[in-house]
């Protein structure tokens, strides 16, 4: 496995959105590198034979009779959202202008 | 009983005063917020304090008390909840710039039943952003920093429920555990902290950080109190799904049992991996630890060497773990049904200039770490090798405790660092978390409690206890008699030798 370099970092950054700019790449990449490759060890241990654990104690889904209870109201939902309009939650416009 | 300051009392007495009518609960939450007021300037373990309705709730448990009607155990015995349980009409931000203000529609699990036991919530209390960090100093509001040392720091994520106890701020407060933040503040501030089994007690209403590690659990200056909160808080829920299905463990039966000092036919295992046997450790920090295990053996426990070799690779199974179910985790804050909104020409730019703003650089750190990890052609080398560690630690785990009742080492290899020293190198930070992890990766229950003052330097040392997943009985048995035998020997609890604050006028 490579380590990760200032690109990497970028693209990362803007696939899990969140702006950089030009400082913040020149510190978190070196940090990122470290940790990286601290942790690259996990893939020398264990082989194909061991199965991988998701959960730490065994569970199965569980249900309950599809009936309506009582929830959050509208008013409640909405209350702390930046901007609400006609009991929706409202956002800047999706596509931008070179759409 | 009679007390001049109320704030130095445990909560068990305080309840017994309360039942007693020796004291009211006005007058507890009073103590309580003067003492807030005259030491948290420095301290800052509280981010938002609640004083109008911790008296209101107190005057109702004082005048239902009054009428004769039945009670629980802690009513009006006040308590410090950590930012990250969500607390219907009082500000949650889990410490994060993100959440500022904003003041959640619905209660936690944890915090309805905190409300159902009658007890008096005194605030908020300071933790690492998002629970990320070792220290708070990765608060997006300031530190807080260690009552016995304001220099240094009180541990993380859970710094503020474990200073606000080692400052008699409150008698109970409550903290969250994903690789350590109950355990290793507990440590470094001569006070008590419980991670219960995965799933003992229910996350509704948790801010999530890592849903396969996280845990809530109870925290307080003994054992016995820690167990009073534990068995408020823990218990099925099924707003939870990963809640289990199971009874409360007696955990204040198992603590009551303990203090009666008897450990005949107690086996204990010492992880040699996580006790410092091949060095790292502090002097004093083992020390302590080797004369705990004396008092374990003077009171009739075997004690053992166990080793658990997959441990090495523990850390970094979970700093692949941590960050990847985080990156998943914190991708609701995205500008557009709570917290900040950062507004620009497009939603998608409001969300990166909104996180960009909202999340310090430790939660980034992360974010990217997990987007990494998580992104194809990394999958497999990253989260899906760490998943089979877990496996493997899981396994180490088993085989030990087939052969022993409970593992201990010390909770943290040093007593606490000054703040600022490790703020700009993550990986040492990591390196806090190295006894305190497996617990985590495992799923089973542990508990820190005080074995010292590390003789080099004046600061408290962690006896960290693990026991098999749905035990964690045992963690009150062994702990409260290691407290009651170290309190024998140093006059009274730890927690009574922390320097005195300078209070504010």
């Given at each position: 496995?490579?380590?990760l370099d200032?690109?990497?970092?970028a693209?990362?950054a803007?696939l899990?959105?969140?702006d950089?700019t ?6 978190l ?6 940790i990286?490759?601290?942790?690259a060890k996990?893939?020398?241990v264990a ?5 991988a ?9 569980i ?10 109201a ?9 901007d ?14 070179e759409? | 009983m009679?007390?001049t ?7 068990a007495?305080?309840?017994d005063a ?7 609960s ?24 609640d ?12 005048a239902?008390?009054?009428a004769?009607v ?7 015995v ?8 969500v ?7 889990a ?6 203000g ?13 409300r159902?036991?009658?007890m ?8 690492d ?8 100093e990765h608060s ?13 720091i ?19 407060t409550?903290g969250?555990d994903?690789g350590?933040?109950?355990r290793?503040p507990?440590?470094?501030t001569?006070t ?5 089994t995965?799933g003992?007690v229910?996350?509704?209403?948790a801010?999530?950080?890592a849903s ?9 200056r003994?054992v ?5 909160l534990?068995?408020?808080?823990g218990?099925h ?7 289990l ?10 603590a ?7 450990l ?5 295992g ?7 046997a091949?060095g790292?450790?502090?002097?004093g920090?083992?020390?302590?630890f ?14 053992v060497?166990?080793?658990c070799?997959?441990?090495?690779y523990a850390l ?5 773990i941590?960050p990847s179910?985080?990156?998943s985790?914190l991708?609701k804050f995205d ?13 998608e ?22 987007t990494y ?10 989260y899906g090798?760490a ?11 088993d ?21 600022g020293?490790?703020?700009?190198d ?9 006894a305190?992890?497996?617990?985590n ?6 508990m ?13 040392v962690?006896?960290q206890i ?17 407290e ?5 020997e140093?006059?009274?609890?730890l927690s ?6 300078e209070?504010a006028?």
């Open positions: 496995m490579s380590s200032r690109s990497d970092v693209r990362l803007a899990a959105r969140i950089m030009d400082a913040d790449l020149d510190r990449s070196g940090q990122l590198a470290v990286v490759d601290a942790v996990v893939a020398e082989g194909e034979d061991v199965p654990t998701s959960h730490p104690i065994p569970m199965s889904n249900h309950r009779e599809d009936v309506v209870r009582p929830s959050l509208q008013d409640d939902a909405l209350a702390a959202a930046p609400a309009e006609d009991g929706r939650f409202r956002v800047p416009q999706i596509l931008g202008e759409a | 009679s007390v300051d109320w704030t130095r009392a445990t909560a007495q305080m309840a309360l039942a007693a009518g020796e004291v009211t006005v007058e507890l939450v009073q103590a309580h917020l003067d003492r807030i007021a005259a030491v948290d300037g420095p301290v800052h373990a509280f981010l938002h304090i004083a109008e309705g911790a008296l209101e709730t107190a005057r109702a448990v004082d239902d008390r009054a004769g039945s009670l629980p155990r802690l009513a009006g006040p308590i410090g909840i950590k930012d990250v349980l607390t219907k009409g009082l500000p949650t931000t410490g994060s710039r993100i959440l500022e904003w003041i959640p529609p619905y209660d936690a699990t944890v915090t309805r039943r905190v159902e036991a009658r008096p919530i005194l605030g908020k209390t300071n933790m952003e998002f629970a990320m960090g070792s220290s708070t997006g509001y300031g530190p807080t920093r260690n009552p016995w040392d304001l220099d240094r009180p541990g993380g994520s859970g710094g503020g429920s474990a200073a606000a106890l080692a400052a008699f701020e409150a008698p109970l409550i969250s994903t350590g933040s109950i290793q507990a440590s470094v001569a008590v902290g419980v991670k219960p995965y003992g229910s996350r509704f209403g801010i999530a950080l396969s590690l996280d845990q809530l659990g109870p925290c307080g003994t016995l109190d820690t167990a009073l534990h068995e408020v808080m218990g829920d099924e707003m939870d799904a990963t809640s299905d199971e009874p409360v463990p007696a955990v204040v039966e198992a009551l049992e303990g203090a009666r000092m008897d005949t036919g107690v086996k204990v010492v992880v040699r991996e996580l006790s410092g091949d790292g450790y502090q002097a920090v083992t020390q302590r080797e004369e705990s295990l004396a008092k374990l053996r003077d009171m009739g426990a075997e004690v060497e166990v080793s070799p997959s441990f090495e970094a199974a979970y700093y692949v941590l179910e985080a990156s985790n991708a500008s557009v049904r709570f917290g900040l909104r950062v507004e620009k020409t497009t939603v730019k409001t969300m990166l200039a909104t996180r960009a703003e909202g999340f310090g650089d430790e939660v980034k750190r992360r974010i990217i770490l997990g990890a998580l992104s194809a052609g990394y999958y497999d080398a990253y090798s998943q089979k560690v877990r496996t493997l630690v899981q396994r180490d785990f085989a030990a405790f087939e052969r022993c009742d409970v593992l201990v080492s010390p909770t943290t290899p040093t007593t606490p660092f000054k703040i020293e490790r703020i700009d993550p990986l040492a930070m990591y390196l806090n978390d190295i305190t992890i497996p617990a990766l495992a799923g089973i229950p542990g820190s409690l005080p074995s010292g003052l590390a003789p080099e330097d004046g600061l408290p962690g006896f693990l026991a098999p997943a749905h035990e964690d009985a045992r963690l009150y048995r062994i702990g409260a008699a290691l009651a035998s170290l309190a024998a140093w006059g009274g609890p009574a030798q922390a320097p005195e604050l209070v006028e």
